[in-house]
């Protein structure tokens, strides 16, 4: 058995690059109008290369005002911009316009640019150096009066600088490679999604290991509150909207992430493109996003001579908790989804500041642990990087990462075969998503749970089960106890393979991990997701809840041993 | 770029009968370049113009030198038996890059993953992981990403004579098929694309069963019938089969399933349906093969897919028998009997 080395020291890494002025992220939001214009053109040459021919453009146009105008009149949000109504129905003018004369192909693309600036402009960050600076400390002296108010017991102790973050959140990876490849080319993290507060998190974790900051898209929901849209803006978010499902507008959202990376942008993308409602570890990703690495990769070696600083290193990134405060809504979109209820509106759980203040509040004083996992850097084709940029291959031997673009010895553009490389690294990384993650006791008093009651109706589907009265849902300690010891054996060796990696709780005297355990799952809910009654047997009084963190163990092949 | 196409050679590795029938194919389209493992065949070669006793043609030029091969070609075909093919890979991965473009022609499983002498033991379970095809023995041993697999009816003798034919090439990228149809086609020799690499490969693999099988029914002296009873009833098996471990029904519909079911079941000049055949005239398997120059991959292929089928709980009765036959003692007259017995009930239930 192998556990997780938490070598959480309080070590303090020395920035990577020297001044706020060499930043890639403060280059680009200096020249802010300047990069705005070339997304645009990158875009509208992107659609115009889609829709190749006048009448189809013209079309994607009449569908993107269709579903534009729909988008306002269903579900308008606060962030979006006043004049939404009024740009749209001139664009509605403009494409009659167009047809009454005779398709004209100038006036459409005019029109398309026009939408597209717009899209662009909404979708660029408003990077302040200044901001960033006051955001950063504000985040860091608050989150620590916080966690000292909370967890140090004596007086004065709100002001107390005995506990810091990295109390709190366990950084564990090769992070010395990680700081040494950010210097040579550019990093793209993804992480695994599963709270809104994981942005912040890996925000916290950037800028601890003295990386310059990261672009990442954030969803535009976010920007409704003040508060975030502050931190967001300062912090190199760019918006992404996800009620625009238009190809224009999707478009642009790559050309944007393109044009950043080949910039020396560090990124950070969440692949699986929205929190995991299920609570599983994303298995499938999104591979618009990704793809833009890929092409942002052959770009850079069309347009450099051999180079390492063209390079680009993928760090796959797990986030392990105890517990998520939006289970309970989360798990409720994902039942309605299997439940054949096709739609559900992107909706909006914080819609205002003081409800995401008391979500901070809790999740700092309350939550336990919470550990980030780094992966190795890898390329963009699931190759190892050395410390000097190098990609190595399985058997040891270095890999030209250039070759995988060329044919007949030169680099070639290919569509499709870029198609194939972007799904083929969506595998590499749902593949390091399951070996990072780290089994805490939490999951798996969890699994365990839910697979005895599931066994013992294994003749109802999933639905019924989760909708059985709380009386029946009661399993004797002592079976609970066996079947946990029994697992977690199993997890042991896995781990010795590799397959995941097991969390410093996990191990010990099986009652106390056990009892922490179940203190730990999704503690701060109304209802337990699980606790042990007056006879000292364990139940549950939300077994959806229950459901969604014992699906956190999903895809390992566990569900076998029952 | 078409000029710098033509300046490199295409590779060839492997020159037994379909490595030599596809060198002559690519000799009428590009300059080839084809490995073989012992000298004696690369002077023959070049010497005789002959692979084997086999006509190949006068512009192939014949090399034992693989790091030479994988440096003047950016195309190579590796058509090896799967028994070797590993060990192929595995000494010419280090000369092998990203840009190369590999399309194997092996219709057989790989297993050398796990313990031999073990896996056939009764009570050993064999998964799929635990068994690859050919594609995924090259990117596992290898860098190169761009795979494509050859697989149709094309019987080595008569694409020698230059008779009519078709063959596809299976590939996740499009540019791979294209390269194996700029470089095969003819005006003999058609080439269809496919993107299910797994699936075409599974096809190509599984027929060989239904191809001893069918040398059995001829070998007893048995009519059209019942070959074409076999000949369905297989197609459907490997259908389950095919399905369970990772490809799609449509590739077992086109040429690389049905249309190479057809040939190697009707056709005495296949290796695996002349195992079936002698095996029902009464020889013992290891007669048959202490007599046979090349691999009828079908033999090892029962073994496996009998396995994999136990695993995944598959109802397989002509590998099942078929495997009784060549390993159990059983005899060809008996495990007819028995398959004739078998109740079936639906005709197809996979559509």
Partial sequence: MKVVQNYYTKKKFEPVLPGPGDWPVVQLSQNRKIFIEEVTEDSVQRVK??????????????????????????NPWKVDPEDDYFFWSKVKSRLLEIS????????????????????????????????????????????????????????????SNELTLQDKIHITGETELLRKLARIGTIIMVPTHFSNLDSVLIGYVIHSLGLPPFIYGAGLNLFNIDLFAYFMNSLGAYKVDRRKKNLPYLETLKSYSTQAILKGCHSLFFPGGTRSRSGKIEKSLKLGLLGTAIEAQRLLFQRNPENMSNKIFIVPVVLNYNF???????????????????????????????????????????????????????DLFGNKVDENGYSIDKRERKVNTRDYFMSNGEISHDYQREMEYTRSLSEHIVEKFHKLNQVFHSHLVAYVAFKLIQQKYYKLDLFSLLRLPEEDLIIDYEYFKQNFLRLREVIYNMSDKDELQVAPNLTGEADEVIENGIQNVG????????????????????????????NRLDGYGLEKHF | MASKNTSKAVGIIGAGS??????????????????????????????????????????????????????????????VPSSNFRKMMNQIAPFLHPYHILIHGTKGLDLSKSDMGQIFDDDTLLSRNKVNTMSEVIKEESVVVRVGCLAGPNLAKELTDEQPAATVVASHFDEVIREGQRLLRSDRFQVYGSR?????????????????????????????????LLISRGMVEMIYLGRAFGGNVQAFLGLAGIGDLIATCSSPLSRNFSVGYRLAKGETLEQILDSMEEVAEGINTTRITKKLAEFYNLRAPITENLHKVLFEGMTVDEALHYLMKYPFNVDIDFL
């Fill in chain 1, 324 to 378: 998520v405060l939006e289970a309970p809504s989360l798990v409720n979109d994902y039942l309605k989804k299997q439940g054949q209820e096709r739609y559900y509106i992107e909706n909006d759980e914080y819609s205002t500041s003081y409800k995401i203040i008391k979500f901070l509040f809790s999740f700092f004083t309350k939550g336990s642990d919470i550990s980030v996992s780094l992966g190795n850097p890898m």
């Fill in chain 1, 523 to 550: 503690m701060y809910h109304t209802s337990r997701a699980i606790l042990k009654n007056g006879d000292g047997d364990i139940t549950t009084q939300d077994l959806n809840i229950l459901y969604y963190y014992h």
């Fill in chain 1, 49 to 74: 290369s889609l829709k190749p021919r006048n009448n189809s453009l013209i079309e994607e146009l009449e569908l993107t005002h269709y579903k534009e105008k729909l988008r306002i009149a269903q």
């Fill in chain 1, 100 to 159: 009454a004369n005779g398709q004209d192909p100038n006036q459409a693309e005019e029109l398309l640019r026009e939408i597209i600036h717009r899209y662009a402009t909404e979708i660029t960050g408003n990077f302040k150096r200044t901001s960033y600076r006051m955001a950063r400390s504000m985040v860091t002296f608050w989150f620590a009066r916080l966690l000292n108010a909370s967890r140090v017991k004596r007086f004065g102790s709100f002001w």
């Fill in chain 2, 196 to 228: 299910d690499l797994v699936g075409v490969e599974l096809a190509g693999i599984l027929k060989n069963i239904i191809a001893i099988a069918s040398g059995a029914i001829s070998g007893m002296g048995l009519g059209e019938n019942a070959r074409a």
């Fill in chain 2, 18 to 79: 379909f490595g030599t029938a596809i060198a002559n194919i690519l000799a009428n389209n590009a300059r080839v370049i084809v490995y073989a493992r012992k000298q004696d065949i690369v002077d023959e070669i070049k010497n005789n113009n002959t692979s084997y006793g086999q006509k190949i043609d006068s512009r192939v030029e014949p090399t034992s030198d693989l790091e030479y091969l994988a440096e003047s070609c950016d195309v190579i075909f590796p058509i």
